[in-house]
Protein backbone atom coordinates (compact mmCIF):
# COMPACT_ATOMS: atom_id res chain seq x y z
CA UNK A 1 0.00 0.00 0.00
CA UNK A 2 1.36 3.50 -1.24
CA UNK A 3 2.83 5.88 1.90
CA UNK A 4 -0.10 8.49 1.57
CA UNK A 5 -2.80 5.70 1.59
CA UNK A 6 -1.24 4.24 4.62
CA UNK A 7 -1.62 7.33 6.54
CA UNK A 8 -5.03 8.10 5.42
CA UNK A 9 -6.05 4.22 6.16
CA UNK A 10 -4.36 4.31 9.32
CA UNK A 11 -6.07 7.88 10.79
CA UNK A 12 -9.74 6.59 9.40
CA UNK A 13 -9.15 3.45 12.07
CA UNK A 14 -7.84 5.45 14.92
CA UNK A 15 -10.78 7.83 14.00
CA UNK A 16 -13.71 4.97 14.07
CA UNK A 17 -12.00 3.58 17.27
CA UNK A 18 -12.68 7.13 18.71
CA UNK A 19 -15.60 7.44 18.59
CA UNK A 20 -16.87 4.73 19.97
CA UNK A 21 -14.71 5.46 23.40
CA UNK A 22 -15.63 6.86 26.54
CA UNK A 23 -14.86 10.76 26.62
CA UNK A 24 -13.21 13.28 23.81
CA UNK A 25 -9.74 12.96 24.25
CA UNK A 26 -8.83 10.30 21.36
CA UNK A 27 -11.00 11.93 19.11
CA UNK A 28 -9.09 15.27 19.51
CA UNK A 29 -5.92 13.50 19.56
CA UNK A 30 -6.67 13.16 15.56
CA UNK A 31 -7.96 17.04 14.73
CA UNK A 32 -6.18 20.18 14.84
CA UNK A 33 -7.88 22.96 16.93
CA UNK A 34 -9.00 24.89 13.61
CA UNK A 35 -10.64 22.26 12.02
CA UNK A 36 -13.69 21.65 9.80
CA UNK A 37 -16.33 19.69 9.40
CA UNK A 38 -18.83 19.58 6.89
CA UNK A 39 -21.51 17.14 6.61
CA UNK A 40 -23.79 16.55 3.64
CA UNK A 41 -26.84 14.46 5.09
CA UNK A 42 -24.78 11.43 6.16
CA UNK A 43 -25.10 12.61 9.87
CA UNK A 44 -27.58 15.63 10.41
CA UNK A 45 -30.24 15.11 7.53
CA UNK A 46 -28.91 18.63 6.53
CA UNK A 47 -25.87 20.33 4.65
CA UNK A 48 -23.64 21.89 7.48
CA UNK A 49 -20.67 22.97 8.61
CA UNK A 50 -18.84 23.36 12.07
CA UNK A 51 -15.57 25.04 12.60
CA UNK A 52 -13.17 24.38 15.50
CA UNK A 53 -12.48 21.15 17.19
CA UNK A 54 -13.95 22.49 20.31
CA UNK A 55 -17.67 23.06 18.17
CA UNK A 56 -17.94 20.10 15.89
CA UNK A 57 -16.02 17.22 17.62
CA UNK A 58 -19.08 16.23 20.56
CA UNK A 59 -21.86 16.26 17.71
CA UNK A 60 -19.81 14.67 15.57
CA UNK A 61 -19.03 11.65 18.01
CA UNK A 62 -23.10 11.41 19.05
CA UNK A 63 -24.68 12.16 15.33
CA UNK A 64 -21.87 9.28 14.03
CA UNK A 65 -23.38 7.06 17.09
CA UNK A 66 -26.62 7.91 16.45
CA UNK A 67 -26.28 7.02 12.25
CA UNK A 68 -24.30 3.98 13.29
CA UNK A 69 -21.34 5.37 11.04
CA UNK A 70 -18.59 2.78 10.66
CA UNK A 71 -16.59 0.53 8.45
CA UNK A 72 -14.30 3.53 7.37
CA UNK A 73 -12.05 3.15 4.61
CA UNK A 74 -9.99 4.29 1.91
CA UNK A 75 -11.98 3.97 -1.46
CA UNK A 76 -9.50 2.57 -3.53
CA UNK A 77 -12.14 2.69 -6.78
CA UNK A 78 -11.24 7.10 -7.08
CA UNK A 79 -8.46 8.64 -6.68
CA UNK A 80 -5.64 7.71 -4.46
CA UNK A 81 -5.15 10.14 -1.77
CA UNK A 82 -1.99 12.73 -2.75
CA UNK A 83 -0.64 15.43 -1.56
CA UNK A 84 -2.40 19.09 -2.59
CA UNK A 85 -2.51 22.65 -1.92
CA UNK A 86 -6.07 23.74 -0.50
CA UNK A 87 -6.62 27.59 0.24
CA UNK A 88 -2.56 27.97 -0.59
CA UNK A 89 -1.51 25.41 2.31
CA UNK A 90 -0.18 21.44 1.84
CA UNK A 91 -2.89 18.70 2.87
CA UNK A 92 -2.84 15.26 2.41
CA UNK A 93 -6.18 14.42 1.05
CA UNK A 94 -8.10 11.09 0.62
CA UNK A 95 -11.56 9.80 -0.67
CA UNK A 96 -13.13 7.40 1.92
CA UNK A 97 -16.24 5.14 2.08
CA UNK A 98 -18.27 4.62 5.01
CA UNK A 99 -21.46 2.91 6.32
CA UNK A 100 -24.69 4.43 8.12
CA UNK A 101 -28.24 2.79 8.51
CA UNK A 102 -29.66 4.58 6.17
CA UNK A 103 -27.08 3.48 3.31
CA UNK A 104 -23.18 4.15 2.00
CA UNK A 105 -21.25 7.35 2.71
CA UNK A 106 -18.56 8.84 1.10
CA UNK A 107 -16.12 11.87 2.17
CA UNK A 108 -12.95 13.56 2.07
CA UNK A 109 -10.21 13.64 4.53
CA UNK A 110 -7.44 16.43 4.68
CA UNK A 111 -4.45 15.70 7.09
CA UNK A 112 -1.81 18.41 7.89
CA UNK A 113 1.10 16.81 6.66
CA UNK A 114 3.69 17.37 9.69
CA UNK A 115 1.23 16.72 12.44
CA UNK A 116 -1.04 13.91 10.69
CA UNK A 117 -3.75 15.42 12.49
CA UNK A 118 -7.28 16.24 10.44
CA UNK A 119 -7.69 19.95 8.87
CA UNK A 120 -10.99 19.11 7.10
CA UNK A 121 -13.68 16.34 7.14
CA UNK A 122 -16.44 15.97 4.90
CA UNK A 123 -19.46 13.19 5.59
CA UNK A 124 -21.46 13.43 2.61
CA UNK A 125 -24.42 10.31 2.14
CA UNK A 126 -23.99 8.58 -1.27
CA UNK A 127 -27.33 6.67 -1.42
CA UNK A 128 -30.36 5.32 0.78
CA UNK A 129 -30.23 1.79 0.87
CA UNK A 130 -33.28 0.03 -0.73
CA UNK A 131 -33.81 3.05 -2.92
CA UNK A 132 -30.45 3.69 -5.44
CA UNK A 133 -30.39 5.26 -8.67
CA UNK A 134 -31.93 3.30 -11.37
CA UNK A 135 -28.32 3.51 -13.31
CA UNK A 136 -25.46 0.85 -14.03
CA UNK A 137 -26.43 -2.95 -13.05
CA UNK A 138 -29.54 -1.36 -11.53
CA UNK A 139 -30.98 0.65 -15.28
CA UNK A 140 -34.56 -0.64 -15.85
CA UNK A 141 -34.46 -3.76 -18.14
CA UNK A 142 -36.63 -1.82 -21.13
CA UNK A 143 -39.60 -3.24 -22.85
CA UNK A 144 -37.29 -5.94 -24.96
CA UNK A 145 -37.85 -7.86 -21.67
CA UNK A 146 -41.26 -7.94 -22.42
CA UNK A 147 -43.26 -11.28 -23.31
CA UNK A 148 -46.47 -9.21 -23.94
CA UNK A 149 -45.55 -7.54 -27.92
CA UNK A 150 -49.20 -6.53 -27.77
CA UNK A 151 -48.60 -4.69 -24.88
CA UNK A 152 -48.27 -0.68 -25.13
CA UNK A 153 -44.50 -0.04 -26.12
CA UNK A 154 -41.74 2.20 -25.05
CA UNK A 155 -43.09 5.04 -26.61
CA UNK A 156 -46.96 4.32 -25.68
CA UNK A 157 -45.63 4.50 -22.08
CA UNK A 158 -43.28 7.68 -23.01
CA UNK A 159 -46.17 9.48 -24.33
CA UNK A 160 -48.72 8.73 -21.66
CA UNK A 161 -46.43 9.38 -18.90
CA UNK A 162 -45.86 13.03 -20.26
CA UNK A 163 -50.06 13.72 -20.31
CA UNK A 164 -50.54 13.03 -16.51
CA UNK A 165 -54.11 11.95 -17.34
CA UNK A 166 -55.87 11.32 -13.81
CA UNK A 167 -52.66 11.73 -12.12
CA UNK A 168 -50.50 14.39 -10.74
CA UNK A 169 -46.87 14.34 -10.01
CA UNK A 170 -44.72 13.56 -7.12
CA UNK A 171 -42.62 16.73 -7.97
CA UNK A 172 -43.06 19.68 -9.81
CA UNK A 173 -39.99 21.30 -11.31
CA UNK A 174 -40.63 25.48 -11.77
CA UNK A 175 -37.95 26.00 -14.44
CA UNK A 176 -36.56 24.11 -17.20
CA UNK A 177 -32.96 25.52 -17.24
CA UNK A 178 -29.93 23.55 -16.01
CA UNK A 179 -31.11 23.89 -12.39
CA UNK A 180 -34.47 22.34 -13.72
CA UNK A 181 -32.65 19.60 -16.05
CA UNK A 182 -30.63 18.89 -12.87
CA UNK A 183 -32.83 18.18 -10.30
CA UNK A 184 -35.25 16.43 -12.43
CA UNK A 185 -32.63 13.90 -13.91
CA UNK A 186 -31.62 13.08 -9.99
CA UNK A 187 -35.35 12.41 -8.94
CA UNK A 188 -36.06 10.07 -12.22
CA UNK A 189 -33.29 7.88 -11.48
CA UNK A 190 -34.95 7.82 -8.10
CA UNK A 191 -37.89 6.90 -8.92
CA UNK A 192 -40.11 9.87 -7.85
CA UNK A 193 -42.29 11.18 -10.51
CA UNK A 194 -41.32 14.59 -11.65
CA UNK A 195 -42.51 17.04 -14.04
CA UNK A 196 -40.81 20.22 -14.93
CA UNK A 197 -42.65 23.44 -16.36
CA UNK A 198 -41.45 26.19 -17.63
CA UNK A 199 -42.84 29.13 -19.76
CA UNK A 200 -40.61 29.29 -22.69
CA UNK A 201 -41.98 27.26 -25.95
CA UNK A 202 -39.34 24.87 -26.84
CA UNK A 203 -36.89 23.44 -24.34
CA UNK A 204 -33.74 25.75 -24.66
CA UNK A 205 -35.66 29.18 -25.22
CA UNK A 206 -33.91 30.33 -21.87
CA UNK A 207 -30.80 30.23 -23.42
CA UNK A 208 -31.94 30.08 -26.80
CA UNK A 209 -34.11 33.60 -26.72
CA UNK A 210 -31.12 35.56 -25.12
CA UNK A 211 -28.18 37.82 -27.20
CA UNK A 212 -26.95 36.58 -30.38
CA UNK A 213 -23.34 36.51 -29.71
CA UNK A 214 -23.90 34.32 -25.75
CA UNK A 215 -21.73 31.90 -24.70
CA UNK A 216 -21.03 30.27 -21.18
CA UNK A 217 -18.48 32.26 -19.81
CA UNK A 218 -16.47 29.18 -18.06
CA UNK A 219 -14.99 26.18 -19.73
CA UNK A 220 -16.83 22.96 -20.68
CA UNK A 221 -15.51 20.23 -18.50
CA UNK A 222 -16.87 22.41 -15.56
CA UNK A 223 -20.66 22.44 -16.89
CA UNK A 224 -21.64 19.37 -17.41
CA UNK A 225 -25.19 18.51 -16.49
CA UNK A 226 -25.68 14.72 -14.35
CA UNK A 227 -25.04 11.41 -15.83
CA UNK A 228 -24.45 12.43 -19.45
CA UNK A 229 -21.08 14.41 -19.84
CA UNK A 230 -21.13 17.00 -23.39
CA UNK A 231 -19.29 15.35 -25.85
CA UNK A 232 -15.90 15.84 -26.25
CA UNK A 233 -15.80 17.43 -29.52
CA UNK A 234 -17.98 20.52 -27.61
CA UNK A 235 -16.42 23.75 -28.09
CA UNK A 236 -14.47 25.26 -24.77
CA UNK A 237 -16.85 28.37 -24.16
CA UNK A 238 -20.86 26.62 -25.48
CA UNK A 239 -22.01 28.61 -27.64
CA UNK A 240 -26.34 29.51 -26.30
CA UNK A 241 -27.89 28.02 -29.24
CA UNK A 242 -25.57 24.58 -29.23
CA UNK A 243 -26.49 24.71 -25.35
CA UNK A 244 -30.16 24.87 -26.24
CA UNK A 245 -30.46 22.44 -28.60
CA UNK A 246 -28.40 19.93 -25.89
CA UNK A 247 -31.28 20.43 -23.60
CA UNK A 248 -33.45 19.18 -25.82
CA UNK A 249 -31.22 16.62 -26.43
CA UNK A 250 -31.25 16.07 -22.83
CA UNK A 251 -34.81 15.86 -21.94
CA UNK A 252 -35.05 13.27 -24.67
CA UNK A 253 -32.20 10.73 -23.76
CA UNK A 254 -33.45 11.42 -20.03
CA UNK A 255 -37.01 10.76 -20.77
CA UNK A 256 -38.04 13.82 -18.40
CA UNK A 257 -41.35 15.09 -18.43
CA UNK A 258 -41.03 18.32 -19.73
CA UNK A 259 -44.28 20.79 -20.23
CA UNK A 260 -42.97 23.50 -22.57
CA UNK A 261 -45.05 26.98 -22.80
CA UNK A 262 -46.76 26.64 -19.56
CA UNK A 263 -46.94 28.97 -16.76
CA UNK A 264 -46.76 27.94 -13.38
CA UNK A 265 -48.95 30.67 -11.78
CA UNK A 266 -48.13 30.12 -7.78
CA UNK A 267 -49.99 28.01 -5.15
CA UNK A 268 -50.90 27.55 -1.75
CA UNK A 269 -50.13 24.18 0.54
CA UNK A 270 -52.58 22.28 1.69
CA UNK A 271 -50.91 21.27 5.86
CA UNK A 272 -53.95 18.66 6.44
CA UNK A 273 -53.21 16.73 3.06
CA UNK A 274 -49.58 17.63 2.90
CA UNK A 275 -49.19 18.79 -0.80
CA UNK A 276 -49.60 21.94 -2.77
CA UNK A 277 -52.67 23.18 -4.86
CA UNK A 278 -50.81 24.72 -8.06
CA UNK A 279 -51.94 26.55 -11.13
CA UNK A 280 -50.61 26.33 -14.75
CA UNK A 281 -51.71 28.07 -17.65
CA UNK A 282 -50.64 25.87 -20.59
CA UNK A 283 -49.92 26.99 -23.79
CA UNK A 284 -53.68 26.99 -25.56
CA UNK A 285 -54.61 29.03 -22.33
CA UNK A 286 -56.19 25.90 -20.44
CA UNK A 287 -55.84 26.01 -16.86
CA UNK A 288 -54.70 22.28 -15.17
CA UNK A 289 -54.19 22.45 -11.30
CA UNK A 290 -52.18 20.36 -9.75
CA UNK A 291 -51.39 18.70 -6.52
CA UNK A 292 -47.91 17.85 -6.02
CA UNK A 293 -46.81 17.35 -2.73
CA UNK A 294 -43.07 19.12 -3.43
CA UNK A 295 -42.83 22.23 -5.75
CA UNK A 296 -38.48 22.63 -6.52
CA UNK A 297 -38.48 26.11 -7.71
CA UNK A 298 -35.59 25.92 -10.23
CA UNK A 299 -35.82 29.43 -11.77
CA UNK A 300 -32.36 30.71 -11.24
CA UNK A 301 -30.49 33.56 -9.16
CA UNK A 302 -31.78 35.72 -11.23
CA UNK A 303 -35.58 36.23 -11.15
CA UNK A 304 -37.24 39.31 -11.77
CA UNK A 305 -35.94 42.03 -13.31
CA UNK A 306 -35.15 45.18 -11.53
CA UNK A 307 -36.05 48.26 -13.50
CA UNK A 308 -35.16 51.05 -11.75
CA UNK A 309 -36.75 54.58 -11.90
CA UNK A 310 -34.25 56.74 -13.63
CA UNK A 311 -34.76 60.29 -14.13
CA UNK A 312 -36.34 61.38 -17.10
CA UNK A 313 -36.41 58.01 -18.46
CA UNK A 314 -40.47 58.11 -19.18
CA UNK A 315 -39.44 61.15 -21.46
CA UNK A 316 -37.24 59.44 -23.64
CA UNK A 317 -38.40 58.77 -26.84
CA UNK A 318 -36.27 55.60 -28.18
CA UNK A 319 -36.84 51.80 -27.20
CA UNK A 320 -36.23 51.05 -23.26
CA UNK A 321 -35.15 46.60 -23.32
CA UNK A 322 -34.38 45.21 -20.15
CA UNK A 323 -31.51 43.09 -20.81
CA UNK A 324 -33.46 40.21 -20.03
CA UNK A 325 -35.25 41.54 -23.18
CA UNK A 326 -32.53 42.45 -25.17
CA UNK A 327 -31.50 39.54 -28.12
CA UNK A 328 -29.53 41.28 -31.38
CA UNK A 329 -27.69 44.12 -32.45
CA UNK A 330 -28.67 44.07 -36.17
CA UNK A 331 -31.90 45.80 -35.87
CA UNK A 332 -29.62 48.47 -34.25
CA UNK A 333 -27.07 49.11 -37.11
CA UNK A 334 -26.01 52.58 -37.99
CA UNK A 335 -28.56 53.37 -34.42
CA UNK A 336 -26.98 54.88 -31.01
CA UNK A 337 -27.08 52.99 -27.71
CA UNK A 338 -26.78 53.46 -24.06
CA UNK A 339 -26.32 50.63 -22.27
CA UNK A 340 -26.32 50.92 -18.10
CA UNK A 341 -25.41 48.52 -15.94
CA UNK A 342 -21.53 47.51 -16.44
CA UNK A 343 -22.00 43.57 -15.44
CA UNK A 344 -21.54 40.71 -17.66
CA UNK A 345 -24.87 41.70 -19.36
CA UNK A 346 -24.20 44.87 -19.94
CA UNK A 347 -20.59 44.30 -20.95
CA UNK A 348 -21.59 41.73 -23.54
CA UNK A 349 -24.71 43.48 -25.23
CA UNK A 350 -22.56 46.75 -25.72
CA UNK A 351 -20.43 44.79 -27.21
CA UNK A 352 -22.90 42.62 -29.32
CA UNK A 353 -24.41 46.25 -30.10
CA UNK A 354 -21.19 47.39 -31.60
CA UNK A 355 -20.21 44.49 -33.67
CA UNK A 356 -23.50 44.81 -35.19
CA UNK A 357 -22.91 48.74 -35.88
CA UNK A 358 -24.17 50.77 -32.85
CA UNK A 359 -22.76 53.57 -31.77
CA UNK A 360 -22.64 52.60 -28.08
CA UNK A 361 -21.60 54.13 -24.58
CA UNK A 362 -21.70 51.69 -21.45
CA UNK A 363 -22.61 53.66 -18.29
CA UNK A 364 -21.66 52.48 -15.13
CA UNK A 365 -23.54 52.76 -11.82
CA UNK A 366 -21.38 50.66 -9.23
CA UNK A 367 -18.00 49.73 -9.01
CA UNK A 368 -17.04 46.30 -11.25
CA UNK A 369 -14.93 43.51 -11.00
CA UNK A 370 -13.18 43.08 -14.20
CA UNK A 371 -11.56 40.02 -14.90
CA UNK A 372 -10.01 38.63 -18.16
CA UNK A 373 -11.98 35.29 -19.25
CA UNK A 374 -8.42 33.56 -20.03
CA UNK A 375 -6.99 32.41 -17.73
CA UNK A 376 -8.13 34.46 -14.41
CA UNK A 377 -11.29 33.70 -14.13
CA UNK A 378 -10.95 30.27 -14.76
CA UNK A 379 -8.36 30.02 -11.97
CA UNK A 380 -11.51 29.41 -9.75
CA UNK A 381 -12.00 26.00 -11.36
CA UNK A 382 -8.39 24.53 -11.75
CA UNK A 383 -9.15 21.75 -9.72
CA UNK A 384 -11.16 20.40 -12.72
CA UNK A 385 -7.57 20.55 -14.65
CA UNK A 386 -5.76 18.74 -12.34
CA UNK A 387 -6.49 15.04 -13.50
CA UNK A 388 -9.39 13.34 -10.87
CA UNK A 389 -12.66 12.39 -12.59
CA UNK A 390 -15.76 14.88 -12.74
CA UNK A 391 -17.38 12.85 -9.94
CA UNK A 392 -14.24 13.14 -7.56
CA UNK A 393 -13.72 16.84 -8.70
CA UNK A 394 -17.54 17.49 -7.19
CA UNK A 395 -16.63 15.53 -3.99
CA UNK A 396 -13.89 17.41 -3.46
CA UNK A 397 -15.48 20.57 -4.32
CA UNK A 398 -18.17 19.97 -1.53
CA UNK A 399 -15.50 19.33 1.05
CA UNK A 400 -14.31 22.81 1.00
CA UNK A 401 -15.71 24.44 3.85
CA UNK A 402 -16.80 28.53 3.40
CA UNK A 403 -13.16 29.03 5.76
CA UNK A 404 -11.19 27.77 3.15
CA UNK A 405 -13.46 28.83 0.34
CA UNK A 406 -12.90 32.29 1.27
CA UNK A 407 -9.22 32.03 1.75
CA UNK A 408 -8.77 30.73 -1.76
CA UNK A 409 -10.83 33.13 -3.50
CA UNK A 410 -8.58 35.64 -2.27
CA UNK A 411 -5.56 34.28 -3.49
CA UNK A 412 -7.73 33.17 -6.75
CA UNK A 413 -8.20 37.17 -6.93
CA UNK A 414 -5.07 38.60 -6.06
CA UNK A 415 -3.48 36.65 -8.47
CA UNK A 416 -6.23 37.80 -11.24
CA UNK A 417 -5.17 41.13 -10.50
CA UNK A 418 -1.27 40.42 -11.04
CA UNK A 419 -1.88 39.09 -14.36
CA UNK A 420 -4.73 41.47 -15.35
CA UNK A 421 -3.14 44.23 -14.12
CA UNK A 422 -1.88 46.33 -17.66
CA UNK A 423 -5.86 46.22 -18.44
CA UNK A 424 -7.36 46.89 -14.89
CA UNK A 425 -4.90 49.96 -14.82
CA UNK A 426 -5.98 51.34 -18.72
CA UNK A 427 -9.77 50.79 -17.67
CA UNK A 428 -9.06 53.41 -14.71
CA UNK A 429 -7.36 55.82 -16.68
CA UNK A 430 -10.82 55.62 -18.61
CA UNK A 431 -12.57 56.52 -15.51
CA UNK A 432 -14.03 53.07 -14.76
CA UNK A 433 -13.93 52.29 -11.10
CA UNK A 434 -13.15 48.85 -10.40
CA UNK A 435 -14.22 46.54 -7.18
CA UNK A 436 -12.37 42.88 -6.28
CA UNK A 437 -15.04 41.66 -4.01
CA UNK A 438 -15.51 42.28 -0.12
CA UNK A 439 -12.26 41.32 1.71
CA UNK A 440 -10.73 40.84 -2.29
CA UNK A 441 -12.78 37.38 -2.56
CA UNK A 442 -13.34 38.39 -6.17
CA UNK A 443 -16.00 37.46 -8.76
CA UNK A 444 -17.01 33.78 -7.11
CA UNK A 445 -18.01 35.28 -3.44
CA UNK A 446 -20.04 38.80 -5.67
CA UNK A 447 -22.14 35.58 -7.42
CA UNK A 448 -22.56 33.34 -4.32
CA UNK A 449 -23.88 37.00 -1.88
CA UNK A 450 -25.38 38.85 -4.56
CA UNK A 451 -25.62 37.25 -8.16
CA UNK A 452 -23.41 39.64 -9.68
CA UNK A 453 -21.16 42.69 -10.08
CA UNK A 454 -18.51 41.32 -12.16
CA UNK A 455 -17.65 41.03 -15.50
CA UNK A 456 -15.37 38.22 -17.66
CA UNK A 457 -13.22 40.15 -20.08
CA UNK A 458 -14.36 38.81 -23.54
CA UNK A 459 -13.22 42.09 -25.65
CA UNK A 460 -15.51 44.31 -24.37
CA UNK A 461 -13.15 46.15 -21.95
CA UNK A 462 -10.46 46.41 -24.43
CA UNK A 463 -12.95 47.95 -26.27
CA UNK A 464 -13.37 50.52 -23.70
CA UNK A 465 -9.94 51.19 -23.26
CA UNK A 466 -9.46 51.69 -27.28
CA UNK A 467 -12.24 54.46 -27.36
CA UNK A 468 -14.57 52.02 -29.90
CA UNK A 469 -17.07 51.53 -27.37
CA UNK A 470 -18.00 55.08 -25.15
CA UNK A 471 -17.88 54.96 -22.02
CA UNK A 472 -19.57 57.34 -19.09
CA UNK A 473 -20.64 57.43 -15.18
CA UNK A 474 -23.84 57.08 -14.16
CA UNK A 475 -23.26 59.62 -11.58
CA UNK A 476 -22.46 62.43 -14.38
CA UNK A 477 -26.04 62.12 -15.42
CA UNK A 478 -28.63 65.07 -15.02
CA UNK A 479 -31.76 63.61 -16.36
CA UNK A 480 -33.06 61.46 -19.83
CA UNK A 481 -34.34 63.68 -22.21
CA UNK A 482 -36.73 62.65 -25.49
CA UNK A 483 -33.16 62.44 -27.67
CA UNK A 484 -30.91 60.43 -24.92
CA UNK A 485 -29.77 61.70 -21.36
CA UNK A 486 -28.25 65.00 -20.57
CA UNK A 487 -25.25 65.16 -18.22
CA UNK A 488 -24.85 67.45 -15.44
CA UNK A 489 -22.04 69.65 -17.77
CA UNK A 490 -25.01 70.45 -20.43
CA UNK A 491 -23.77 67.60 -22.92
CA UNK A 492 -26.31 65.24 -24.40
CA UNK A 493 -25.66 61.88 -25.21
CA UNK A 494 -28.23 60.89 -27.89
CA UNK A 495 -29.63 57.78 -28.20
CA UNK A 496 -32.21 55.72 -30.39
CA UNK A 497 -32.00 52.55 -27.23
CA UNK A 498 -31.78 52.48 -23.98
CA UNK A 499 -31.21 49.11 -22.04
CA UNK A 500 -31.17 48.26 -18.50
CA UNK A 501 -28.49 45.59 -17.64
CA UNK A 502 -29.33 46.75 -13.82
CA UNK A 503 -29.79 42.76 -12.42
CA UNK A 504 -32.59 41.04 -10.78
CA UNK A 505 -34.27 40.68 -7.63
CA UNK A 506 -33.38 37.35 -5.43
CA UNK A 507 -35.09 34.31 -5.23
CA UNK A 508 -36.88 35.49 -2.45
CA UNK A 509 -38.50 38.17 -4.61
CA UNK A 510 -39.83 35.14 -6.45
CA UNK A 511 -41.00 32.94 -3.84
CA UNK A 512 -42.93 36.34 -2.59
CA UNK A 513 -44.78 36.44 -5.94
CA UNK A 514 -45.69 32.58 -6.34
CA UNK A 515 -46.68 31.77 -3.18
CA UNK A 516 -47.49 35.66 -0.92
CA UNK A 517 -46.29 37.22 1.68
CA UNK A 518 -46.60 34.86 4.29
CA UNK A 519 -44.89 31.95 2.86
CA UNK A 520 -41.74 34.46 1.71
CA UNK A 521 -42.21 35.34 5.24
CA UNK A 522 -41.69 31.75 6.49
CA UNK A 523 -38.75 30.71 4.16
CA UNK A 524 -36.60 34.13 4.86
CA UNK A 525 -33.69 35.18 3.23
CA UNK A 526 -32.41 32.85 0.21
CA UNK A 527 -29.15 32.72 -1.14
CA UNK A 528 -26.12 34.10 0.54
CA UNK A 529 -24.28 32.98 3.27
CA UNK A 530 -26.13 31.97 7.04
CA UNK A 531 -24.54 32.19 10.05
CA UNK A 532 -24.27 28.19 9.92
CA UNK A 533 -21.68 28.89 6.78
CA UNK A 534 -24.14 27.76 4.08
CA UNK A 535 -26.35 29.63 1.33
CA UNK A 536 -29.60 30.16 3.00
CA UNK A 537 -32.81 28.05 2.31
CA UNK A 538 -30.28 26.28 -1.15
CA UNK A 539 -30.21 22.79 -2.15
CA UNK A 540 -32.08 21.71 1.49
CA UNK A 541 -35.11 22.18 3.36
CA UNK A 542 -36.89 25.42 4.05
CA UNK A 543 -39.01 26.19 6.70
CA UNK A 544 -41.75 25.83 4.39
CA UNK A 545 -42.94 21.98 4.11
CA UNK A 546 -42.50 21.05 0.68
CA UNK A 547 -41.13 23.70 -0.83
CA UNK A 548 -37.24 23.35 -2.06
CA UNK A 549 -35.32 25.41 -4.41
CA UNK A 550 -32.14 25.03 -6.24
CA UNK A 551 -30.08 27.63 -8.36
CA UNK A 552 -26.60 28.71 -9.59
CA UNK A 553 -23.90 27.68 -11.95
CA UNK A 554 -24.16 24.08 -13.91
CA UNK A 555 -21.55 23.01 -11.39
CA UNK A 556 -23.46 24.12 -8.48
CA UNK A 557 -26.64 22.63 -10.07
CA UNK A 558 -24.76 19.03 -11.06
CA UNK A 559 -23.34 18.75 -7.52
CA UNK A 560 -26.30 19.68 -5.32
CA UNK A 561 -29.00 18.47 -6.98
CA UNK A 562 -27.42 14.74 -6.15
CA UNK A 563 -28.59 15.85 -2.40
CA UNK A 564 -31.70 17.97 -3.16
CA UNK A 565 -33.10 14.65 -4.63
CA UNK A 566 -31.98 12.58 -1.60
CA UNK A 567 -33.89 14.90 0.81
CA UNK A 568 -36.93 14.64 -0.95
CA UNK A 569 -36.96 10.98 -1.30
CA UNK A 570 -36.43 10.87 1.84
CA UNK A 571 -39.01 13.13 2.97
CA UNK A 572 -40.99 11.06 1.04
CA UNK A 573 -39.88 7.71 3.06
CA UNK A 574 -40.66 9.38 6.26
CA UNK A 575 -36.41 9.67 7.06
CA UNK A 576 -36.58 13.08 7.59
CA UNK A 577 -36.37 13.81 11.27
CA UNK A 578 -39.61 16.71 12.27
CA UNK A 579 -38.59 20.43 12.07
CA UNK A 580 -37.34 22.36 14.59
CA UNK A 581 -36.79 19.55 16.64
CA UNK A 582 -33.18 19.38 18.41
CA UNK A 583 -30.29 17.24 17.45
CA UNK A 584 -31.97 13.88 17.40
CA UNK A 585 -32.22 10.03 16.50
CA UNK A 586 -29.46 10.86 14.15
CA UNK A 587 -30.48 14.50 12.12
CA UNK A 588 -31.33 17.69 13.14
CA UNK A 589 -34.10 20.06 12.00
CA UNK A 590 -33.73 21.44 7.89
Not at 409 to 428: G, I, K, N, W, Y
Request: charged residues 25%.
Amino acid sequence: MPEMEQLASRWLARFEQALHEPGEAALRALFREDSHWRDVLALTWSIRTLSGAGAHLPELRRLAALARAGNFRIDTARTAPRMVKRAGSAALEAIFRFETATGPGNGVLRLDPEGGKAWTLLTALEAIKGREEHVGKARPKGESYSRDFRGPNWLDQRRAAQRYEGRDPTVLVVGGGHAGLSIAARLAQLGLDTLIVDRWPRIGDNWRRRYHALTLHNQVQVNHLPYLPFPPNFPTYIPKDKLAGWFESYVEAMELNYWAGTEFEGGDYDEDAGCWRVALRRADGTRREMRPRHVVLATGVSGIPVIPELPGLTNFRGTVLHSSQYDDGEPWRGKRALVIGTGNSGHDIAQDLHSAGAAVTLVQRNPTLITNIEPSAQLAYSLYDEGPPTEDCDLVTVSVPLALLHKAHQMHTARARELDRPLLEALERIGFKLAYGEDGTGWQFLYLNRGGGYYFNVGCSDLLVQGKIGFAQYSDFDTFTGEGARLRDGRLLPADLVVLATGYQGPQALVRKLFGEAIAGRVGPVWGFGEDQELRNMFRRTPQPGLWLIAGSFAQCRIYSKYLALQILADELGLLPKRRVALEAGAVAG
